[in-house]
């Protein structure tokens, strides 16, 4: 998989830009160059909280793109899969936690396949018992963001290295979660 970076999507605008003046582009090219130019200022946002200015930003550009593509379904039906994929897209970032459960909930019900013991969201006791992992019925968007890497060492045999702890410091610094 290709890593989408800012620098990554400020080339890939450059090159639609250019084929669309020579050639034009077709209905997916310019859906691409729509959502890539709607994408890029997420991507140097600086609100306090740019996860969520990303999350409003994106939710905006499906609503956006469903009406669009609901308009290019009437007369092409065969554009209903893109109404279908953005409203996935949609439902992926607005999702909101069903239930709470724990981790040994989660042990128990693949040992036993019975049942998960889960309680609603906004039970006072939740963070207290443990009961802190999120249930959903669709999963949420996990945005990746751009991280500030040091430069890699070679070790004499031609390969390039990272030290594990800069790289953990660097995805923490960013605001990142490192898992074991």
Known sequence: MKEVSEKSVRERIIALEEADKLFGLGLSGE?????????????????????????????GLCKIEIRRWKAAAETNPNMRYMVALMETALASLTTE??????????????ATGLYLRAWPVGREENERDGFNIHLYTAPPAQLLRP??????????????????????????????????
């Open 147 to 180: 991280v500030e890497l040091t430069e890699p060492y070679d070790d004499g045999h031609g390969n390039l290295w990272l030290p594990q702890d800069a790289v953990i410091s660097a995805v923490k610094n960013a605001g990142g979660e490192v898992k074991s």
């Open 31 to 59: 859906f691409e160059l729509a959502c890539l130019r709607k994408l890029l200022p997420t991507m140097t946002t600086n609100s306090p909280n740019p996860e969520d200015g990303d999350i409003q930003a994106l939710i």
């Open 97 to 110: 936690p069903l239930a709470s459960t724990e981790k040994h909930e989660i042990s128990n019900m693949r």
